[in-house]
């Protein structure tokens, strides 16, 4: 009788659901739901992979939630190891593709390691920090910018500025919730606005042919340089940003309705599967959708910061603020590269773009913060 209790249907399901925050498995649900509904129209062809490509992310999200949090955190070390020496391999043996190094070759199928970096980074981290609570100070910083410095560089060198930018976001995210100071921030920011300003300020001399910029590609140049001036090379570089702007602006309020985009189905806006399905998205469903969209990135970004916030070590804590800023840092290049205020840098629309590998990563972000508060509702029961 007790076997049989213990397998009844009831009982699966509720073991299967009991890691499941609700709220954030709902608007994981919205999400995914955009997903599908953009992909419909922008690319119908991809549905069953991206059904696939789901299937396996969820099942990800919900393995990772069932983690207990001192396992979660004992893979930091490991996995971070791994993907510094993947790392490296890649810049030894790895395989060429538009110009780029940035996969290898493993027989059955390419991977990519620097999307593992994505959350083994901000899981080291947040290891280091936890194993030196109580005693952090300027050392340890030091010691966590190197940490971070080393597979952002190698990701760099690939090149692949896009993954290096958020890798490099979720390590700096980690650092700042540890307790860095604000004399530290302070200045590096104000160089960053004053390099930025400088490049706005002279960008017609620096965009010159023959004009090198010291440290970057000469493609990366020319992504800033369409920046501030699309219109230079309209069937170029600049095409990408001009048809994504004139999808954008021509949704309106209310959109021209779904599968009805007129850049989107006459083949004028590029990569509408991926990076630019933003574009889809404010072509068909205007303004009201966007804002409906930035709304459940809103609550995503609310629960997540919630979770750290009540987070039962500091490790946890700074995981899961890192986790949750790192979907922003997705969701706001994303949407600023597409409107024409920031370089097209290849960074998906979380959660929306088509992507097998990134939606793992995400999902894999959702489920660690499901852990987490798994954790603390097992610690202190009546919590939510």
Request: net charge neutral; charged share 10%.
């Amino acid at each position: 009788m007790m076997t049989e209790h213990r397998f009844h249907p009831a009982n699966l399901l509720r073991a299967a659901v009991r890691p499941i925050d609700p709220m954030l498995f709902g608007i994981l649900a919205v999400l995914l739901g955009y997903a599908f509904v953009l992909m419909q129209s922008a690319s119908p062809e991809r549905l069953d992979s991206l059904l696939t490509n789901t299937g396996v992310a969820v099942a990800v999200m919900w393995a990772a939630a069932r983690l207990p949090l001192q396992r979660l955190m004992s893979f930091a070390l490991p996995l971070y190891a791994l993907g510094v020496v993947l790392l490296v391999a890649v810049e030894l043996f790895g395989v060429t593709a538009k110009g780029a190094q940035r996969w290898l070759d493993v027989g059955v199928t390419r991977i990519q390691p620097s999307e593992l970096m994505k959350i083994a980074m901000p899981l080291m981290l947040a290891w280091y920090f936890q194993q030196r609570e109580g005693q952090i100070g300027l050392r340890e910083f030091i010691g966590a910018g190197i940490l971070l410095a080393v597979p952002v560089g190698l990701i760099v060198v690939q090149p692949d500025l896009g993954t290096s930018l958020l890798v490099a976001a979720a390590g700096l995210y980690v650092i700042f919730f540890a307790g860095l100071s604000w004399k530290l921030i302070v200045p590096v920011v104000a160089a960053g606005v004053f390099g930025i300003g400088a490049i706005v300020g002279f960008g017609d001399h620096l965009c010159q042919p023959g004009v090198e910029w010291y440290g970057l590609h000469e493609y990366q140049k020319n992504r800033v340089c369409t920046l501030l001036d699309p219109s230079q090379d309209p069937l170029g570089k600049g095409f990408h940003i001009i048809q994504s702007t004139i999808a954008i602006g021509s949704g309106g309020v209310l959109g021209k309705g779904w599968m009805d985009g007129t850049q989107t189905h006459l083949s004028f806006l590029p990569e509408r599967h991926t990076d630019f399905i933003f574009s889809v998205l404010a072509e068909e469903f205007g303004l009201l959708g966007a804002l409906v969209l930035l709304a459940t990135y809103g609550l995503l970004i609310l629960r997540g910061l919630v979770i750290a916030l009540y987070a039962p070590t500091l490790g946890s804590r700074l995981l899961a603020g890192a986790v949750t800023m790192n979907s922003f840092t997705y969701a706001f290049v994303n949407m600023g590269m597409v409107s024409g205020i920031l370089p097209v840098v290849g960074v998906p629309l979380p959660f929306i773009s088509y992507g097998g590998t990134a939606l793992v990563t995400l999902c894999l972000g959702v489920g660690i913060l499901m852990c987490i508060q798994r954790s603390r509702v097992l610690a202190q029961p009546g919590s939510r």
